[in-house]
């Protein structure tokens, strides 16, 4: 006879052993015969990982329509410091090639692979929770996607990670009943309960958590007086267990990869178990935008012609370094395409790819707002005047607090701090600078007819000298983005939201810019331009400029998107005579944008 063994458990537990004879089992137990090892049901795991993370959805995907990760992911940059004031300035205000500069330079001196996010520092320590910080749109869900497939696949973590598990904080919020940790997992993935409890148990130090999106987590207790869990079985609501996990009083021997906003750090941070590491996605360099393109256009004419027509614009380039607005553009692009049109005879307005960012936004990643969207809109667009008219990119947290009424909330907002001595001071700002000027024209043309026009009224005013009118330099781009907002394919798109552009507003802007005449000859003359090509409105444009028999450019320097503009307006005036390029600064390359048309001129100085 065999030896007689008996084993005991407490009541919900569950026992895996060897095939043995005269077994006696006291409790409550569940018996597995030939259970599957926990190495097998790591595998299985991990093909299952592969089989769903292999595609992504795309925002105007169809049912069942999806295209491989491989064709849209691509290394963002990825910085382990925070940057200070001068160096947020400096990302916020540039753009162009100066923008570029600045992000190869931080690349090149401070960037990191997803492969060392859990590398030790100089010091030798390794962190046990890492934060991956973004702003909106700018890929923090897309990298982790990646980092599943790669850890799956076996080319990520191989050594580090016997098991990655990956948790959305938006289907927490969905989870309404008490759970323990192993249900809530098994909520998100393929394993059962009974599974996940497994695996578990097996190394808990070579296990990692990702938890997708903290700053959308609904809280419904205070995290300073949340009752601690630390039993794998215990059951609470779902948020309470998951910061349990996060302090590291579940599991604390597991690491952590935390993906957030900005505007929800500094609270993650303090509930947040340690040693900590900070990391930030800046989003594209400028290798990084190329490489997309590649991969999204997939052939080399195609790539060629669309990564060249981003290139000509120094506002939609310095854009593209947030991954959302590359999509957007390609897949306008591809449109284009597809319908047999000359990519080359130009891509939207620039206003009409920040509108589409808006709504993309407002769409994806705004949900639970308790404002309309006219009213998140008009008062992003009264901050954004405030700083504009102060020239400030950095807005101080009560400026903003009174005006946005949750900009913790907000997707168009981040959220900074900055070391003040032996304080910290919390500070705003937009993405970049020309979301903050796009935001400005929006709040002009929402505003009332009378409001609107004082407002534009006050940004112009008569050169006593010349007579002509002038406008601050510093708010040309939010007067060329006022009339971008009056294209009508753009207010049929914002209608669609119900953001009105009001009707006299439009009137009224027409025809202030056909009683500017005379400023073709101006230092304004370039924004005059500017505006017309933005309002892409064929007939008015030819209207506007039927009188225009010289265009003059003398002693300025033209970027590539004043030589797209020169382009499209010269094909709409029927009796230009005369380019006067004398003094200016024109690169070969930009030379060669405007050649279509050079024809036209009689004269050309310069």
Request: charged content about 25%; hydrophobic content about 35%; glycine content about 4%.
């Amino acid at each position: 006879a065999g030896p007689n063994v008996s084993a005991a458990a407490q009541s919900g537990s569950q026992i895996t052993a060897p095939v043995l004879t005269n077994n006696t089992i006291t409790g409550d137990v569940n018996i597995i015969h030939n259970a599957p090892t926990t190495s097998s049901v790591i595998l299985k795991y991990k093909e299952w990982i592969c089989s769903k993370y292999r595609c992504v959805t795309e925002y105007n995907s169809r049912p069942a329509e999806q295209v491989l990760l491989s064709e849209r992911y691509t290394q963002p940059l990825i910085l382990q410091r925070h940057r200070n004031q001068k160096e947020r300035e400096e990302e916020i205000r540039s753009s162009g090639e100066s923008f570029q500069q600045i992000l190869s330079a931080r690349s090149s001196d401070d960037s990191v692979h997803l492969n060392s996010l859990f590398d030790p520092d100089g010091k030798g320590t390794h962190p046990s929770a890492v934060i991956l910080q973004g702003n909106s749109g700018n890929g923090k869900s897309f990298t982790v996607q990646k980092i599943m497939m790669d850890w799956a696949s076996g080319d990520l973590y191989r050594e580090q990670f016997d098991v990655v598990f990956h948790l959305k904080c938006k289907e927490i919020n969905h989870i309404r009943d008490k759970k323990s940790l192993e249900e809530i997992l098994s909520c998100s993935c393929s394993l059962t309960s009974d599974q996940i409890s497994q695996v578990l148990q097996h190394s808990p130090e070579k296990m990692l958590f990702i938890i997708d999106g903290f700053d959308e987590l609904r809280l419904t207790q205070d995290i300073n007086v949340m009752s601690p869990h630390t039993d794998l079985l215990q059951k609470a609501p779902a948020d309470v267990i998951l910061c349990d996990l996060l302090r590291g009083r579940i599991l604390p021997e597991s690491f952590l990869l935390v993906t957030s906003r900005s505007t929800a750090t500094d609270t993650l941070s303090k509930l947040l178990k340690g040693p900590q590491r900070f990391s930030e996605i800046m989003g594209f360099s400028e290798k990084g935008v190329e490489e997309y393109f590649q991969k999204f256009f997939q052939n080399d004419k195609d790539f060629g012609e669309a990564y060249k027509l981003v290139k000509m614009n120094e506002t939609l380039i310095t854009a593209c370094s947030i991954p959302v607005v590359c999509w957007i553009i390609c897949t306008t692009i591809k449109e284009r395409l597809k319908t047999g049109a000359d990519v080359t005879s130009g891509l939207k307005t620039t206003t009409s790819i920040y509108v589409d960012f808006v709504r993309t936004l407002l769409k994806h990643h705004c949900q639970g707002s308790s404002q309309s969207i006219p009213t998140l809109l008009r008062s992003l667009g009264q901050l954004a005047e405030r700083g504009m008219l102060e020239q400030q990119v950095l807005l101080d947290e009560k400026s903003v607090k009174e005006t946005v009424s949750d900009p913790a909330g907000n997707p168009f907002l981040c959220k900074i701090l900055f070391k003040r001595e032996i304080d910290l001071e919390t500070m705003f700002s937009f993405m970049h600078l020309s979301f903050q000027e796009f935001f400005t024209a929006l709040y002009y043309v929402l505003l009332d007819e009378e409001e609107s026009q004082r407002k534009f009224t006050q940004l112009f005013s008569i050169d006593e000298k010349t007579s002509h009118y002038i406008c601050p330099a510093y708010f040309s781009a939010v007067v060329q983005f006022a009339f971008g907002l009056l294209n009508k394919d753009v207010r049929c798109t914002l209608q669609k939201h119900d953001i009105v552009v009001n009707s006299n507003t439009q009137t009224h802007l027409k025809e202030w810019i056909l009683k500017m005449d005379q400023i073709k000859d101006s230092d304004n003359g370039l924004l005059y331009l500017h505006c017309l090509y933005e309002l892409h409105q064929d007939d008015f444009v030819k209207k506007a400029m039927e009188t225009w028999k010289r265009i003059d450019a003398h002693n300025k320097v033209l970027s590539r998107t004043d030589c797209w503009v020169l382009l499209y307006c010269s094909q709409c005036c029927q009796c230009i005579e005369e380019l006067d390029l004398f003094g200016c600064t024109l690169s070969p390359e930009n030379f060669r944008m405007i050649l279509p048309v050079y024809h036209k001129f009689k004269k050309v100085s310069g």
